[in-house]
């Protein structure tokens, strides 16, 4: 089958975050939404077709979680990642967020402290001062257009008594792939200093230009002995309405503590789409993917071209993995308030603000490309003609 990312679905009636909530964030609706991080195609027809045949029985009871639901996830990452998740260290998760923050409620104690790297998906930040714990923060390098680890500080970081390093793999908003070498060195200097690590890996299945998604789990034994990661078709498929995501746990000891509490607050349950839908999409899904993927190629192939030849003060950056385009916006001279007020009072655009994702996103732009080119073609000469009046 072959898909129309080209197609312009409708979502402004249907209570979608990315149209209905921009005015709580922007001061209006009035805008092109191109800040949260949902896509605006339709997902693959055997998901849709799944939903819809569980939709028609027109009974939406309690649900059971069959092993094929776990075993097609597994299947799914030892087919696109080359390595197969023990499925008996997996556990549903009603979403990473909140997956994140009933490890750190289980597993750490008030005060303790919790290593990310930034700029960095700002929830992050928000889960752990949300739970009490002490945020402890190593800022990413810029080298080039390419933003990378700074191992020295990381470590000084880590070994100062560091319980948990939350890592986003791939890292939004930067877009970086990290390498097997790099994920390597960063478990290693998390062994010698006690850390244990969450690994975030929501974006592991949108490669761009032919890159390899490495799981932190598939380093060293004794790296992954230390690793919990975080894993969901949501961003994959477009399905984070449904939410539902999985952990694979560092221990067995781990996963049925985890699993204890979610029955005591009576969540531990898919609900009934994202049981069909989930098992849908890991199994059928894939030719959909591969599809989705040269076109999010394309068009951000086609952001960088438009600026270079049009709007020279935007330098988008080259993203290795999904489909968030990291914008340099800092040559408009404007602070972060002033880049926001201009982009959307004058250009009509609601990009990601790059301060929420740390200190050094400032004079940053976050820019969703999961949308037809039309869209974005549309938001950039907004965009350009707003500057032009400067």
């Not at 390498?179 to 200097?189: D, P, Q, S």
């Not at 850390?195 to 932190?216: A, F, P, T």
């Not at 503590?257 to 199994?283: E, G, H, P, W």
């Not at 001279?333 to 990009?351: N, R, S």
Request: proline share 4%; net charge negative; with cysteine.
């Amino acid at each position: 089958m072959v898909y129309n990312f080209d197609e312009i679905v409708d979502r402004s009636h249907n209570y979608a975050a990315k149209f209905e909530e921009a005015v709580l964030h922007y001061g209006t609706n009035d805008v092109i939404p191109l800040w949260i991080a949902d896509m605006d195609f339709r997902t693959a027809q055997p998901v849709i077709d799944a939903i819809k045949e569980r939709a028609d029985q027109g009974i939406f009871g309690y649900t059971y979680r069959p092993d094929e639901y776990f075993a097609c996830i597994a299947d799914w990452q030892e087919r696109r990642n080359g390595y197969r998740p023990d499925t008996g260290k997996m556990a549903f998760a009603p979403g990473v967020v909140p997956g994140i923050r009933m490890n750190l409620l289980l597993f750490t104690k008030p005060g303790d402290k919790v290593l990310i790297l930034q700029p960095v998906y700002h929830p992050f930040a928000d889960v752990v001062n949300n739970t009490g714990r002490t945020l402890v923060v190593s800022e990413l390098k810029r080298e080039g257009d390419t933003w990378k680890v700074d191992f020295e500080d990381f470590e000084e970081k880590a070994k100062s008594g560091v319980t948990y390093f939350i890592l986003c793999n791939p890292h939004n908003p930067v877009g970086r792939v990290w390498t097997k070498e790099e994920l390597t060195r960063m478990g290693e200097i998390c062994l010698r200093h006690g850390v244990k690590i969450l690994s975030d890996e929501i974006h592991s299945d949108l490669m761009l230009k032919g890159n390899h998604h490495n799981m932190m789990l598939d380093t060293t034994p004794e790296i992954a002995a230390i690793t919990t990661t975080f894993i969901a078709p949501s961003k994959t498929f477009n399905l984070a309405g449904l939410q539902s995501s999985t952990i694979v746990f560092d221990t067995v000891e781990h996963k049925d503590i985890y699993v204890a509490d979610l029955k005591c607050q009576d969540i531990a349950r898919n609900n009934c789409f994202s049981l069909v839908a989930t098992m849908a999409a890991y199994r059928y899904g894939e030719e959909w993917l591969d599809q989705l993927l040269v076109y999010l190629e394309d068009n951000m192939k086609f952001i960088r071209q438009y600026c270079q030849e049009n709007i020279p003060q935007l330098h988008p950056n080259d993203p290795e993995a999904t489909y968030l385009c990291w914008i340099d916006a800092r040559e408009l001279g404007m602070d972060d308030d002033e880049l926001q007020k201009f982009m959307v009072e004058k250009a009509g655009v609601a990009f990601g603000r790059g301060e929420e994702f740390g200190k050094g996103g400032s004079g940053f732009l976050r820019l969703n490309a999961a949308c037809p080119r039309s869209v974005i073609e549309k938001a950039l000469k907004q965009v350009k003609d707003a500057i032009a009046t400067l």
